[in-house]
């Protein structure tokens, strides 16, 4: 177990609709990142927040946007979704000795 | 910008065997991290090794340890004793060295799948 909590661990949802990622990091850190792995592909990074506040963006779609709450926890919102938005998001969070523990993954399916 | 490549998309390995998996990338960067993460068929992203770069002496974890090579930007993985429960994918993967305002955001290579055979 990371520690690192995500939910949902599955979502099905229709074209054009919306959805809420979430994820709770390990006690104590403060940085959580947005990583999208499509099928049979490797990790892109999303976005990354640093105790509320957001240091980096990666490829990140317009139609994405993520916020990092007081208590740490973190939501990616996906909107307009298409078919090609399904993949597996992982959040992860980094203690300042670098190091990155993932959660367990939501996979998405856009149909 | 970084970037991690990884030559090998499918390896395989008989049980008890050894196995090392290519990995090299690419920065300006003088001090960095570089990680090994296996990811099993529960597509779980587990961290098996990390190697900081100011340290010369490779990293080991149990039958897991690296050849880090930083003038030739070479990160490679052996597994001794290969067992069933290693088939997976193994991503490696670079971390900038930690900054406060920047994001340290780790870049993977495209993976290499691992299937270790009985």
């Known amino acids: 177990d990371s520690g690192v909590t995500q939910t949902p661990k599955h979502l099905i949802t229709a074209t054009g609709q919306r959805v809420t990622l979430r994820c709770s990091p390990r006690?104590?850190?403060?940085?959580v990142y947005w990583y999208q792995q499509s099928l049979d592909q490797g990790l892109q990074f999303l976005i990354h927040?640093?105790?509320?506040?957001?240091?980096a963006k990666g490829n990140i779609l317009e139609r994405f946007s993520a916020q990092q709450f007081p208590d740490l926890h973190s939501e990616l919102n996906l909107s307009s979704l298409e078919l090609g938005d399904s993949a597996l998001y992982f959040c992860?969070?980094?203690?300042?000795?670098?190091?990155?523990?993932f959660g367990q993954g939501t996979r998405l399916t856009v149909v | 910008a970084q970037t991690v490549t990884q030559s090998q998309p499918e390896m395989s390995v008989q049980e008890a065997e050894t196995v090392t998996l290519s990995c090299t990338y690419d920065?300006?960067?003088?001090?960095?991290?570089l990680f090994w993460y296996k990811q099993p068929p529960s597509r779980q992203m587990i961290l098996v090794i990390r190697q900081e770069a100011y340290k010369q002496q490779n990293a080991t974890e149990n039958r897991f340890s690296v050849n880090f090579q930083k003038a030739a930007k070479s990160f490679s993985l052996k597994i001794s004793d290969s067992q069933l429960g290693d088939t997976a994918m193994y991503f490696c993967?670079?971390?900038?060295?930690?900054?406060?305002?920047?994001?340290?955001?780790?870049?993977f290579g495209g993976g290499t799948r691992l299937m270790v055979k009985p």
């Open positions: 992860a969070s980094s203690p300042p000795q670098g190091k990155a523990f």
């Open positions: 920065t300006s960067e003088n001090n960095y991290y």
């Open positions: 993967a670079f971390m900038k060295h930690y900054r406060l305002n920047a994001g340290n955001m780790l870049t």
């Open positions: 006690s104590g850190d403060l940085s």
């Open positions: 927040y640093y105790n509320g506040e957001e240091r």
